[in-house]
């Protein structure tokens, strides 16, 4: 009973075990094996632990050794800190006392220097957005060094720098009135770097290859413009470009610095193709009148060209001649020969009336395109006035130009409505003075022969 009450005890204990020792346990052969595998167990657990405890023991040592030193260092550098800040403030009394110095000594020139500070300022804008700095570039580094000196009161500019400064003043001055040609890298209007001749007509203009160039301010490169002016003047600079001396006529922009910013303005404004486009569908409809209107009146001259010379052959004709209108009203007037007066002219106003549409056939066409015109002109006008008045009022009246832009859209229907409908009118009167011609004659023989037929 005793027995069995201690194995139980000692297999209790041995599940308590770490598992290491539980894993042993299961090898043992008997109870005093057990015994002993525990009793080690327990004397290696004891002898881990004392070492992790000397470890915690030296790690804490080592921290507080470290908070030592860190605390040692923070104090040495609170005293550097405070040993700084007396030399600072002692320093700014030095710098104070050195600028009033300054200040005194420089005297009158202090107003000559704050004079020269403005005149290097100028000069590196006139010189940032001048022509001449694409043929040398970095003229202004100096400048800014020379500025930046002089803003600082702490250094004064020498002698060279005043004579430099004195040298790009007439050099910029100099360079204005010449034309010149020097090597440059140019990028086309399709963004490509090439390495081309460019002519530099003063201060105003860029030249290569017959194509002006421009040179924003402070980008350092030469571009072409991506719309160029008429033929006439880009032959005109080709001509320049090849010129080795005397006299070349080129057009060139008197706003100069920028590299032409009245000539960029002309070139980004629209073109007539672009303004006809501007007049969307309505100016599309008034074009397609326009070009009916001409087609027919070319028409309707010819034909009654060829009827008023067949007419004019008819009159020195005795015998009536069919081909024209004239002789078939002859012919009315010989087949009723021996009618009554009345019978006779109802016949011969017949045949005119029979004769009048072909002769007169257009005429109110003409008329009618020359009326409409200028309405439809006024429809897209009132309709792109309406738009531009709805972007007003979504977008308010910030930029002027996108509403001058939307007005003048606006008016290119009504500018192609008078440009349809006047000439139309000059046609209509044009051609209907032929016609009226051939009928007045029509009429007047007819009155002729019903007169004959009265007397006879």
């Known amino acids: 009973m005793n027995r069995s009450i201690l194995q139980s005890m000692l297999l209790g204990l041995a599940l308590l075990l770490p598992i290491s020792g539980a894993v042993q346990a299961e090898d043992a052969a008997s109870l005093d094996e057990l015994l002993t595998l525990i009793k080690n167990a327990r004397l290696s657990e004891s002898g881990e632990q004392s070492e992790r405890e000397a ?31 007396k030399t600072f403030a002692e320093n700014e009394i030095k710098v104070a006392a050195l600028r009033e110095q300054l200040q005194t000594r420089l005297g009158s020139l202090r107003e000559m220097f704050g004079h020269l500070t403005a005149a290097a300022g100028d000069t590196r804008t006139t010189l940032n957005n001048s022509l001449v700095s694409a043929q040398y570039p970095g003229r202004t580094d100096f400048l800014d060094e020379m500025i930046e000196r002089m803003s600082g009161n702490t250094r004064l500019p020498s002698l060279d720098d005043i004579e430099r400064l004195w040298y790009e003043i007439n050099r910029e001055m100099i360079e204005g009135g010449r034309v010149v040609s020097f090597p440059a890298t140019v990028v086309t209007a399709e963004g490509e770097r090439v390495q081309q001749q460019v002519v ?53 922009d008197p706003t100069g610095p920028s590299g032409g910013t009245l000539l960029s303005a002309l070139m980004d404004s629209p073109g007539w193709l672009e303004r006809w486009h501007q007049g969307g569908w309505i100016g599309y409809l008034i074009t397609a009148l326009g070009v009916i209107a001409l087609l027919l009146a070319g028409w309707r001259f010819a034909v009654l060209s060829t009827i008023s010379r067949r007419v004019t052959a008819q009159l020195n004709n005795p015998s009536a001649d069919l081909n024209n209108p004239l002789g078939r009203v002859l012919r009315v007037g010989e087949d009723h020969r021996g009618a009554d007066a009345e019978s006779l002219e109802l016949k011969l106003h017949e045949q005119v009336l029979k004769e009048r549409p072909a002769i007169e056939s257009g005429l109110g066409l003409l008329k009618i395109i020359a009326m409409v015109a200028p309405l439809m002109g006024l429809l897209g006008t009132v309709t792109g006035m309406i738009v531009t008045f709805q972007a007003i009022t979504l977008f308010g009246t910030g930029d002027p130009k996108t509403m001058a832009g939307g007005i003048s ?40 022969i019903v007169a004959e037929q009265t007397e006879a």
Request: charged share 25%; aromatic share 4%.
């Open 200 to 252: 530099r007509v003063g201060l105003f203009n860029l030249l290569s290859d017959g194509a002006y160039l421009h040179y924003p301010p402070g980008t350092e490169m030469i571009t072409e413009l991506p719309r160029q002016p008429g033929r006439d003047y880009r032959k005109a600079a080709q001509t320049l470009q090849a010129a080795k001396e005397g006299f070349t006529r080129t057009g060139i």
């Open 409 to 448: 859209a606006a008016l290119v229907t009504t500018v192609l409505g008078l440009c349809v409908a006047i000439p139309t009118v000059l046609l209509h009167a044009l051609i209907n003075s032929p016609a009226q011609r051939v009928l007045h004659i029509l009429e007047e023989q007819s009155a002729g």
């Open 55 to 85: 470890a915690f023991r030296r790690a804490r040592t080592e921290r507080a050794e470290l908070l030592k030193q860190a605390k040692s260092e923070l104090a040495a550098e609170e005293r550097r800190s405070e040993t700084l800040e």
